[in-house]
């Protein structure tokens, strides 16, 4: 049976805006790798040129002359891996009791987790800053991990996904089996999550390594993450863009490489919920 010409020009109309889509996503780092290979003269004539240069390698090499740009890679990607791993773990843990343990306050502790995403962050840099002054802590990376290993918008979200999609009778089956609740969440918890804990593992990340004001404030120009390196790049009294760029496109492809990664965990998740359902 032919489709009806409304269903076809439905169909070209959704292939047409998800093109668009695509283009306007894709578009801003297409030209960060334009601008990177072009010279700053290049980048401040009147209609700059779209297609890619012959500067990318010199760029890069004055990316890495005039920053650390290694270390700062290093830094960032120990601290956002650290966080990403104790951020998804803490709040699986978390989520799991509140989801599906009964305990005394339970609805008040999670009252107090969701009301504490009101509150702006930065209004705790100076107690957080007096404290890893007084542990001496300051300029190490630990000063940046440890207050990033627990998020509530990762508990909430968590708890969410598990109360729906973890039933109650698995656990209790499991338990009349004599599981432990440590067993429970590896052997059953863990695999019913690993679809939400991809997009909170890749979300977490991405946020952790674009970070910039509160590992600016802990951390020194001699121990840097790629954030806080970025912003010695392109100095004097004209900026060089280009050169700019360049260190943005070497801080870029770090994230992507973890969405490819968790890409198809994610699209996994999507679909198997799609069928559920």
């Known amino acids: 049976m032919s489709s009806s010409p409304g269903a076809r020009r439905?169909?070209?109309?959704?292939?047409?805006?998800?093109?668009?889509?695509?283009f306007v996503s894709a578009f801003p780092l297409y030209?960060?790798?334009?601008?990177?290979?072009?010279?700053?003269?290049?980048?401040?004539?009147?209609?700059?040129?779209l297609l890619p240069g012959p500067r990318l390698l010199g760029n890069l090499q004055a990316v890495l002359d005039e920053a650390d740009i290694g270390r700062a890679l290093l830094n960032s990607l120990i601290v956002s891996s650290a966080i990403t791993v104790g951020t998804v773990l803490c709040s699986t843990l978390a989520g799991f009791a509140f989801a599906k343990l009964r305990f005394r306050g339970r609805g008040a502790l999670l009252s107090a987790v969701v009301a504490s995403m009101m509150i702006p962050p930065q209004l705790g840099v100076i107690p957080l800053f007096m404290l890893i002054v007084?542990?001496?802590?300051?300029?190490?990376?630990q000063a940046v991990v440890l207050p990033g290993l627990v998020s509530a918008f990762g508990v909430f979200f968590m708890r969410q996904f598990l109360a729906q999609s973890l039933p109650d009778e698995l656990i209790e089956a499991a338990r009349v089996d004599g599981a432990s609740y440590a067993r429970v969440f590896w052997s059953i918890v863990v695999p019913v999550a690993r679809p939400a804990m991809a997009v909170l593992g890749l979300l977490t990340f991405m946020t952790a390594w674009n970070d910039f004001f509160w590992p600016v404030v802990a951390l020194s120009s001699q121990e840097p993450t790629v954030q806080v390196a970025l912003r010695q790049l392109g100095g004097g009294y004209v900026h060089d863009q280009s050169v700019i760029m360049a260190g943005t496109l070497l801080g870029t492809l770090p994230v992507l490489l973890v969405f490819g990664l968790l890409g198809r965990q994610i699209v996994g998740g999507i679909m198997q919920g799609a069928v559920k359902g």
């Open 134 to 141: 007084k542990l001496q802590w300051v300029n190490q990376l």
């Open 31 to 49: 030209w960060t790798l334009v601008a990177a290979s072009r010279s700053n003269a290049d980048l401040a004539r009147p209609m700059p040129s």
């Open 10 to 22: 439905g169909g070209l109309l959704t292939y047409a805006v998800l093109v668009c889509a695509v």
